[in-house]
C-alpha cells in the first residue's frame, strides 16, 4: 500500500508547528490510555501528510465537538481539525482541503435481534426512535425524511456514544444514526457488547470526510501546503479503510479491555 510505504521525510531547518484541534470519535481520533498521545487512523493520516509540509503537529484535545468548533470559529487557539463532513454552513467558515481522504457510508446502528435487515426506504424506520447526536451532520436521507421519524438526541459530551450504545441495547430506543460506519462499532467493541448490535446501510452514496483550516491568510497558506502534500503522497481513500483495520486489530494495544 504506497500511502503507508512512504520513505521518511527530512525537515528542513524551517520547520513550522501547525496545531490541529481533534474530537473523541474512535478509532478515527482519540487520546491513547496507554500513551496519553492523539491517536486512530486520522491523527495517523494527518502526520503522514504533515511530513510530507515539513511540518510539526501539535494536537488540541480531545474536545467535545462544540467547544472545537467555537475554538475554531472564534477563539483562534486552533488552526483547523483533520475530520470534517462538508456543509453549505462550514464551507462559509472552513477552508477545505481540495482532496476527501475518507468515503464513509451512512447507516443505522441496530440491536442485533431487530428483524430490520435492509433500509430500502423511509417506511422501514417510520415508528422507530432513532438516536442522533446534536450538532452533528445528517445524512441526505435522514435530512430528506426528518419530518417523518422520531428522535432521541443526545447533547455533546464526551461518552455520548457510550450513552446511545447503552440505550440501544437497552431498548429505550431502536436505532443510531452516524454518518460513519466505523465508530459506534469500534465502541461497541471496547465495551464489550459489539455482539448485540448490528449495523444497516442507508440507500444513498458515501459521504466524503475532509481536512479542514480556519478561514484565515494562515489557514489558506496551510491548505495550499496540504493540498500539494496531498498528490506527492500519492494517497488514495481506499488507503485509509486499512488504517482502520489496522486500529481494530491493534485495539488492545491503545487501550485497558479490562475495564470495562
Known amino acids: 500500500m504506497l500511502f503507508?510505504?512512504?520513505?521518511?521525510?527530512?525537515?528542513?531547518?524551517?520547520t513550522q508547528t501547525i496545531t490541529m484541534g481533534y474530537f473523541d470519535l474512535k478509532p478515527h481520533m482519540?487520546?491513547?490510555?496507554?500513551?496519553?498521545?492523539?491517536?486512530?487512523?486520522?491523527?495517523?493520516?494527518?502526520?503522514?501528510?504533515?511530513?510530507?509540509?515539513?511540518?510539526?503537529?501539535?494536537?488540541?484535545?480531545?474536545?467535545?465537538?462544540?467547544?472545537?468548533?467555537?475554538?475554531l470559529e472564534l477563539k483562534k487557539l486552533i488552526d483547523g481539525t483533520p475530520l470534517m463532513s462538508m456543509t453549505d454552513e462550514r464551507q462559509s467558515i472552513f477552508h477545505y482541503a481540495e482532496n476527501y481522504y475518507y468515503l464513509c457510508k451512512p447507516n443505522l446502528i441496530l440491536a442485533?435481534?431487530?428483524?430490520?435487515?435492509?433500509?430500502?426506504?423511509?417506511?422501514?424506520?417510520?415508528?422507530?426512535?432513532?438516536?442522533?447526536?446534536?450538532?452533528?451532520?445528517?445524512s441526505r436521507f435522514i435530512s430528506d425524511n426528518h419530518s417523518l421519524l422520531t428522535f432521541d438526541v443526545v447533547s455533546a459530551g464526551l461518552t455520548l456514544f457510550e450513552n446511545q450504545l447503552n440505550k440501544l441495547v437497552a431498548g429505550r430506543i431502536d436505532a443510531i444514526h452516524t454518518l460513519d460506519e466505523y465508530t459506534l462499532l469500534f465502541t461497541a467493541?471496547?465495551?464489550?457488547?459489539?455482539?448485540?448490535?448490528?449495523?444497516?446501510?442507508?440507500?444513498?452514496?458515501?459521504w466524503p470526510f475532509y481536512t479542514v483550516f480556519r478561514k484565515t491568510q494562515r489557514g489558506k497558506r496551510l491548505k495550499r501546503m496540504f493540498d500539494a502534500a496531498f498528490v506527492e503522497s500519492g494517497y488514495k481513500p481506499e488507503d485509509y479503510h486499512a488504517m482502520i483495520q489496522s486500529e481494530f486489530d491493534h485495539i488492545s494495544e491503545n487501550f485497558d479491555l479490562n475495564d470495562r
Open 112 to 138: 442485533s435481534d431487530n428483524p430490520l435487515n435492509k433500509i430500502k426506504s423511509v417506511d422501514d424506520l417510520k415508528g422507530l426512535t432513532i438516536g442522533q447526536f446534536d450538532k452533528a451532520a445528517n
Open 30 to 71: 482519540y487520546k491513547s490510555q496507554k500513551t496519553g498521545r492523539a491517536s486512530g487512523a486520522t491523527i495517523a493520516y494527518f502526520e503522514k501528510i504533515a511530513e510530507k509540509m515539513a511540518c510539526d503537529v501539535k494536537w488540541v484535545g480531545p474536545l467535545p465537538f462544540g467547544r472545537m468548533m467555537y475554538y
Open 4 to 14: 503507508m510505504g512512504w520513505p521518511v521525510y527530512v525537515q528542513s531547518a524551517e
Open 189 to 206: 467493541k471496547l465495551m464489550g457488547i459489539d455482539n448485540q448490535i448490528k449495523i444497516l446501510f442507508l440507500p444513498e452514496k458515501p
